[in-house]
């Protein structure tokens, strides 16, 4: 079993709709959480950090985690196609060191 | 400010070459790491320094990769007699805070090298 899952996808979502992108961890003990935003051919960019349970909210984007279910969301309201990438989930799994563990991306396509 | 920046950005070496790629984290950034990412997959913990120290390189696959951060700043990921596996995207990323439950990584542009 990996230790950050993420639906492959593709997710297709039409322009201005919700999109809802999911990540869970293996590791109880996880404390830091990460989404980047991957275009083809690029690297990946910080978008949204994530620390406490609940949501965290900037702009378009909404992170959710539930450390109890080990899980952590991203939600991208009004979304554009401009939005059409690889989201990847990444995890901070402790144990004394400060690595990412990251999920294999969902990749998020907005249709006009 | 200037982000991570990392050359060179397309690197092709023929098997059993040796390669060098260098990271220039973001000023002032104590934490640096690399990470080696292959098509359709998320990035893999390659390796981390707190400045020049090489804390952990439990994420290196073999002998054959080496690296150092000899003042704290400037970074080299060495491979050595390079195969047809190592062939993928290799990123630098850095942090500001050294050690804390808390902190963000930011990647730069990567070096996709190619084993022939």
């Known amino acids: 079993q990996k230790e950050v899952e993420q639906n492959s996808g593709p997710l297709s979502v039409p322009e201005g709709a919700i999109a809802s992108l999911n990540c869970t961890y293996s590791d109880r003990v996880s404390q830091s959480f990460f989404w980047y935003r991957q275009y083809s051919g690029k690297s990946p960019e910080l978008i949204m950090s994530?620390?406490?349970?609940g949501d965290k909210e900037d702009g378009r984007f909404t992170a959710q985690l539930n450390k109890a279910s080990q899980y952590v969301s991203l939600l991208i309201r009004d979304s554009q196609p401009s939005d059409s990438a690889t989201y990847l989930c990444a995890v901070n799994m402790g144990g004394g060191g400060n690595k990412l563990t990251f999920g294999t991306g969902t990749q998020l396509k907005v249709e006009l | 400010g200037a982000g991570v920046s990392q050359s060179p950005r397309y690197k092709v070496a023929k098997r059993g070459q040796d390669v060098a790629l260098r990271c220039d984290p973001i000023?002032?950034?104590?934490?640096l790491f690399w990470y080696q990412q292959a098509l359709g997959q998320g990035p893999e913990f390659l390796t981390y320094?707190?400045?020049?120290?090489?804390?952990?390189k439990s994420g290196l696959p073999s002998d054959r990769f080496f690296a150092e951060r000899p003042e704290g700043s400037v970074s080299t990921l060495k491979i050595q007699r390079t195969q047809q596996e190592d062939s993928a995207v290799y990123l630098c990323a850095s942090s500001l805070i050294a050690s804390t439950d808390s902190y963000e990584q930011y990647f730069g542009p990567g070096t996709r090298l190619t084993v022939t």
């Open positions: 994530i620390y406490s349970n």
């Open positions: 320094f707190q400045n020049e120290a090489q804390l952990d």
């Open positions: 000023s002032g950034h104590v934490s």
